[in-house]
């Protein structure tokens, strides 16, 4: 086999995210709808230019779909909608308590694993074709949403303590 440029492998593996995400979509009863993307060239930029473009939708997508009503086909996509509630209000609660509060407890230990959840998130998103592996893949950033919402916590109770003291 050999050794292989990292660069290259990772360009290589980067524009096949398309015809992959296509591929996952085959006799899938959830599929995940391709946008529409106003540069659809074949080069190397127009690729990488589509999946920027779809990464908001389709990174929403993995995170919180199926939701509760259309997205609904079988038992099992109704309990995954039922527990994507659950994921969406703890992003909506790491999102107000992260401006109310202006920071995020230990953020420099935090800082790898929201690099990995970025990353992963939008990589995933543009990857999965079908909402049931996506919602099966997305296990593996619950670990972050975790630590965000201990972060979120204990920032909300220092930001308290620091109020407190500073009105003695």
Not at 61 to 81: C, E, K, M, Y
Not at 109 to 124: E, N, V
Not at 142 to 154: C, E, F, G, Q, R
């Amino acid at each position: 086999m050999g050794l292989k440029n990292p660069g290259k492998v990772i360009f290589d593996e980067a524009e096949a995210i398309p015809v992959r995400n296509e591929l996952n979509k085959i006799d899938a009863a959830s599929v995940i709808e391709t946008q529409t993307c106003p540069n659809a060239g074949d080069s190397r930029f127009d690729k990488y230019f589509c999946i920027a473009y779809r990464a908001p939708y389709t990174t929403f997508t993995f995170l919180f779909r199926p939701i509760l009503g259309s997205d609904v086909t079988s038992t099992s996509s109704l309990s995954a909608a039922i527990e994507n509630v659950f994921w969406l209000a703890s992003a909506l609660f790491i999102m107000i308590m992260f401006i109310r509060n202006r920071r995020l407890a230990f953020f420099g230990a935090l800082a790898p694993s929201l690099l990995f959840f970025t990353i992963y998130t939008i990589g995933a998103g543009a990857y999965e074709g079908n909402m049931g592996t996506a919602f099966r893949h997305k296990s593996l950033i619950l670990w972050v949403v975790i630590l965000l919402l201990a972060s979120t916590i204990v920032a909300t109770k220092e930001r308290k303590a620091e109020s407190k003291g500073s009105t003695s």
